[in-house]
């Protein structure tokens, strides 16, 4: 069974850093491109990034809003996937959702909340 | 960017009648080469994550109801629910994966009225 599983939300100051952990497990997690999908409170869902598989070249592709401010990366020897958010407005709060697949999205974990507020 | 537009925004059903709720997408989400259309529906309950319903516009993900059908092609899309559950209370989200960044409709909430 596939799991995703999310930490390292929380409540951060503007211009504060923060980052999320996904714990994958039942599925090759070293194959898999990765992505991140945000859902601000009340409202529709966002795209935040991908990674693609090493093998696939390993690379990162970001939304707009997000480019240069988070980094999306992987340690395959964990089968963890990760988002370091820098530089964090009171927009980015959101739950925050690791998926599967780089461009359509399988599996999701259950989401973690980050609160940027002062 | 590519714009997905959703229609309606909500919508009230009655139990066991047909659901229908549309997508269309500001530009064409179909690839020449392979003749698929990159659109994905997902479905969202409260306070659970998204569910990948139906990719490539018409293909049920293993596990879907077969009450559970997507159709259209190029700009335009349709998610039918035939036969209304209970459980199908949701909000529902079309996606395109043709280009980045991949987009989001704005959602459908369904109710049972």
């Known amino acids: 069974e596939v799991q995703l599983v999310e930490s390292g939300g929380g409540l951060v100051k503007p211009g504060g850093s923060l980052r999320l952990s996904c714990a994958a497990s039942g599925f090759t997690f070293s194959n898999a491109w990765m992505s991140w999908v945000r859902q601000a409170p009340g409202k529709g869902l966002e795209w935040v990034g991908r990674i693609k598989s090493k093998t696939d070249g390993g690379t990162t592709d970001y939304a707009a809003p997000v480019k240069g401010g988070f980094t999306i990366s992987r340690d395959d020897s964990k089968n963890t996937l990760y988002l370091q958010m820098n530089s964090l407005k009171t927009e980015d709060t959101a739950v925050y959702y690791c998926?599967?697949?780089?461009?359509?999205?399988?599996?999701w974990g259950q989401g973690t909340l980050v609160t940027v507020s002062s | 960017d590519i714009v997905m537009t959703q229609s309606p925004d909500s919508l009230a059903v009655s139990l066991g009648a047909r659901a229908t709720i549309n997508c269309k997408s500001s530009q064409s989400v179909l690839y020449s080469s392979n003749n698929k259309n990159y659109l994905a529906w997902y479905q969202q309950k409260p306070g659970q994550p998204p569910k990948l319903l139906i990719y490539?516009?018409?293909t049920r993900e293993s596990g879907v109801p077969d009450r559970f059908s997507g159709s259209g092609s190029g700009t335009d899309f349709t998610l039918t629910i035939s036969t209304l559950q209970a459980e199908d209370v949701a909000v529902y989200y079309c996606q395109q994966y043709y280009s980045s960044p991949y987009t989001f409709g704005q959602g459908t909430k369904l109710e049972i009225k």
């Open positions: 490539w516009a018409s």
């Open positions: 998926t599967t697949g780089g461009s359509n999205f399988a599996y």
